[in-house]
């Protein structure tokens, strides 16, 4: 017989922990940009944020397909 294919284990243990990761880096981002008034430590955290959050999700949404 066929063996029949399921899920890796370690994919759906990873969710919450990708979920929580986003919600980490958003909350991150909404601080960056309210410092933005003031002087920024690092001006190029707000893009490598958004692009941490790019990353995540694209790791969330292929993990559903």
Do not use: C, F, W, Y
């Not at 190029?44 to 999700?57: E, G, N, Q, T, V």
Request: glycine residues 4%; without cysteine.
């Amino acid at each position: 017989m066929a063996d029949k294919k399921s899920t890796p284990k370690d994919t759906v243990s990873t969710k919450p922990s990708l979920a929580e990761q986003l919600t980490k880096k958003r909350a991150e981002l909404l601080a960056a940009r309210q410092g933005l008034g003031s002087t920024l430590q690092n001006p190029h955290a707000i893009s490598a944020l958004k692009k941490d959050i790019a990353r995540i999700l694209t790791r969330i949404n292929k993990g559903e397909k």
